[in-house]
């Protein structure tokens, strides 16, 4: 759907220039572009929740970069599918699901985006359910991010998450 959108975006648009095109988008091509960047955030949210890899490395280029607070940034895709794979191998007492809302994408040009969300993480044991004494979030994300087209589509070349964590909780421990 959204590859017709496009192509019958240039039909209409018949003159327009490439050049043309990465200066100015028009209206539908900065709806498209939010929505390609929208949907590689819901993949990366899908990923958390499920503790997939298979989900997070390949909606970045392959020289992007991921970071989170402090931590060092972690550049490429094979360094990203790494960490990943490490988080996805541990064990945790609890699971996550993360709430992605304030979804917003300030298209740059024709090729490339900005974009910040906030995202609030919720832990609890699917095991224990008759345990679960609150459903008040754990964390508080802010995730600064950036997306370019490249010839595989949409990818993140950049995201970074800056997180307040409730008295207690350790993220990764808990």
């Avoid at 958390?48 to 402090?70: C, M, Q, R």
């Avoid at 008759?130 to 370019?148: F, K, P, V």
């Avoid at 949409?154 to 207690?168: I, P, Y």
Wanted: glycine share 8%; charged share 20%; proline share 5%.
């Amino acid at each position: 759907m959204k590859a017709l959108l496009a192509s019958a975006f240039l039909l209409l648009a018949g003159s327009a220039t490439a050049a043309h095109a990465a200066e100015a988008p028009g209206a539908v091509e900065r709806l498209t572009i939010k929505d390609e960047c929208t949907t590689l955030l819901v993949t990366y949210g899908e990923g958390l929740d499920e503790v997939n890899p298979l989900k997070i490395w390949p909606i970045f280029t392959a020289d992007g970069v991921w970071s989170a607070d402090a931590n060092p940034p972690v550049a490429g895709q094979a360094a990203i599918r790494k960490m990943w794979e490490g988080l996805a191998a541990r064990k945790r007492p609890s699971v996550g699901i993360h709430a992605i809302s304030n979804i917003r994408f300030d298209v740059i040009d024709g090729a490339s985006a900005h974009g910040t969300a906030l995202v609030t993480m919720h832990r609890y044991d699917p095991a224990r359910l008759d345990r679960i004494t609150s459903l008040a979030a754990d964390m508080l994300i802010e995730i600064d991010m950036h997306c370019i087209a490249t010839p595989d589509g949409w990818r993140f070349d950049r995201m970074h998450l800056k997180s307040v964590q409730v008295a207690g909780y350790v993220h990764g421990e808990n």
